[in-house]
Each structure stands twice: as C-alpha cells, then as structure tokens.
C-alpha cells in the first residue's frame, strides 16, 4: 500500500488542474521528483458517460516517471464514484483521492469540490462507494470548511471516521480561497483528531509551504505530521523539491524539455495554456521580461522554438 511505503515526512506535488498534466509532472520529475504525484482532478460522472470518457481518459494519461502516482477525482454521484473507483484499478495508478475542496464556482454549483462540507452525508456515501469499488486506497483532500475555520471539528472527524487512507486538509476554508495565510495554528488541533479517531490515516499538510525547507522546517515543528503537499511553490522554484538551485541554462533546459512533452502528448489542444508557464523558467535574469514578452505573443511551439533560438544565439561582436 503506497501510503505506508512513504518515508515519513514525504512530499508530493499537489494536484492543480491546467498546471499538473501529464507533460508538466514529468518537467518537475527531470527538475526534481517529489515522492509521489497526483494528476490533476476528473469529474466521476464524464468519465461515467459515453460521451465524456474519452476525454476523462485523456486526463488520467500517465507517464513512467509519474509513478507513484494517486489519481484525483471529483463530483457528487455516489454510483459514479464507483464506477470510477473499479476503472482506476487497472490504470496503473498507487491510490484515489476524492476532491472535497476545490472552491471553483461552477464546481461547488454541482455540489462538488468544497460544496460536499455542506452535504457531509453525500460526502460519506461517495466515498464508501469509492472504497468498496477497488483494492485500491482511496484517500480525500479537503478544506476547514466552508465558511468558518472551527467546521474542521466536525467536517474532518465526519472524514476521519471512514478511515480514508490519507486525509490532506488544505488550511483554509472555501471562502477564504487561497486569500488568507494557511492556518498552521490548527495544526496541533488536527493532529489529535486524527490521532483519536484514525491513527492509521496518513496526515498530510497543505496551503503556503513553497519548497522543500520550508515542509521540513514544518515537520520540525510538527512531527506527527505525515506529509506535506506543495502547490503554488513550483511556480515560483520547478526545483522546489530539491535543495537545488537552479541555473538559468537548467531553467532554460525545462522549457525546452516542456514544450518537447506538450508536443508529445497535448499537441491537439490549445498552445494558449502552455503560456501561464513561461514565467517559471524565465524570471530574474536581465532581459527575462523581454524575452518573455517575446514568448508570449507566439502561438504555437514551432514558434516558441524560434523565439527560444533566437535569444540563446551568443552576441556577436
Ligand atoms: C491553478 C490551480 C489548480 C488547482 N487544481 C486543483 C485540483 O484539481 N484538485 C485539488 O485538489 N486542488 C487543486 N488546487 C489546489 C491545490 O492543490 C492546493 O490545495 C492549493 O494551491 C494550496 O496549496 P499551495 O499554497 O501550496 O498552492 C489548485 C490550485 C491551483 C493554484
């Protein structure tokens, strides 16, 4: 079972969907591997229709350096919760999360992602059906709440009493968003619910930790902790896993290796979201906005490639 094969404190890459496809995993992976991935999360109910499978498939694509990998899924019929759980067995994934936290409006105006801490009944029936469709180990990250910090009392030990796998609790609630600095304070508070009521669920912190100092700086402080889930941190460091500091070269070397993978694998959609990416390989250097303004007004990797070329060509005197 993956979650015990972990070596405590571990670190994973958090699922974000646009940002944690199958091309970008396998960027951090060549930059600096996390111990495990998820993918970006899959509404049960597309995946549940003729007409949506293909496209949920596409999503749950993975690669040889994504394994481990625990596949993220979402939405609020408790038999497509199923029909999902037994699919995923075969698909060669360590693990399933259910997303009780994602505050996107038109996610939440489904009754998915964070609205499911206002239905904690159909939460439960999602996920016992989940965990009685696979061998699977179904895991569940979520918020405090919905609208108050002190729903975590009673929305995390509702979770807790079905023994998921793995609990990661974002620390905020859904209406803070990510505007308000996590709730670490809770931390100790968490702990003892877990500890009480699911000794075996592995805890896993997430909400502002950037890189791999900063978890282990956490888990100093909180060592019951089990893991620690990076989001936004790769934006900021691809490297963040690693005590690597990155050159400008290496940098450079991942856009490349990302614009090869996209092209590999996302070549028949859109170019225009590869571009909220290029801001992490070229930033603080003279000329990085130039040539990131360069970059932008492209629209296809060929030209990417050209722009690319272009400013590596050593100045001529
Ligand atoms: C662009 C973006 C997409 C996200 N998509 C998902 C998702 O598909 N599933 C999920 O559970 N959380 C999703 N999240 C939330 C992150 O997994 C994470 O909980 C949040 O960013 C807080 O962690 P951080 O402060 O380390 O970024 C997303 C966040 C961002 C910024």
Known sequence: MIWNELKKPFLILAPMEGVT?????????????PDL????????????????????????????TDSPIIAQIWGKNPEHFAIVAEALESLGFSGIDLNFGCPDKNVNKTGGG?????????AVECFRNAKKSTNLPVSVKTRLGWAKTDEFKTWLPTLLAEHPAALTVHLRTKKEMSKVPAHYELIPEIITLRDKISPETKLIINGDIKNRAEALALHEKYPEVDGFMIGRGVFQNPYCFTDHVATREELMNLLELHLDLYEKYLKNTSFEPLKHFFKIYINNFPGASDFRAKLMETHSIKEAREVISLFQKPIDN
């Open 21 to 33: 496809d199958i091309a970008f995993r396998q960027v951090i992976a060549a930059a600096g591997r």
């Open 37 to 64: 991935f998820f993918t970006e999360f899959t509404n049960v109910s597309s995946y549940a229709s003729e007409a949506g499978r293909h496209n949920a498939l596409e999503r749950l694509r993975i690669a040889p």
């Open 114 to 122: 964070a609205a499911m801490i206002k239905t904690p009944e159909l």
